[in-house]
């Protein structure tokens, strides 16, 4: 509910009663991200996964964070292994989306994010992504065919 302070501290007083606990650890370094205390929560991730590797939300979560800090082959690792752990997660694939269309790799970035719409045609933001990405693909029409539909869902012009 965007009390991500308070998400740290409660993560924080969990972890003084017991340091083991893996999805605290989790909680707090999905936290730092949002306060933008990115190698806190790289640091924090990493933890929580030295704890528990099958840890989806910690793979998920580093992956992302080590993406928006331009490690893009550990953001893969990261991404690819929580794919591993939960194949059905439209947040893991519109993350790895992200991924590819960073790397480069717009064919498979639209697809990704294709895959991501059919799942949740609701959801504005994949919706804006791709209609980037089609411009990029001298897909104009298709481009503002999802641009409509952001600005449809969304309520507003894109940005």
Do not use: C
Request: aromatic share 6%.
């Amino acid at each position: 509910m965007n009390e991500f302070e308070r998400a740290r501290d409660d993560a924080d007083a969990a972890l003084r009663l017991n340091p083991r606990l893996t999805h605290a650890l989790t909680l707090r370094g999905t936290v730092l991200t949002y306060l933008g205390d990115n190698p806190g929560a790289i640091q924090t991730l990493r933890k929580a996964l030295e704890a528990d590797p099958n840890d989806f939300d910690a793979q998920l979560s580093l992956g992302a964070v080590l993406q928006n800090e331009r490690d893009l082959p550990g953001a893969r690792q990261h991404l690819e292994s929580a794919i591993r752990l939960n194949p059905d997660s439209n947040l893991a694939l519109y993350e790895m989306a992200r991924l590819e269309r960073t790397e480069g790799k717009l064919e498979a970035a639209a697809r990704a994010f294709e895959k991501v719409i059919r799942d949740n045609p609701k959801w504005p933001q994949p919706h804006l992504e791709l209609s980037a990405l089609y411009f990029r693909l001298n897909r104009p029409a298709d481009g503002e065919r999802e641009k409509a539909e952001y600005e449809r869902l969304s309520g507003s012009p894109s940005p």
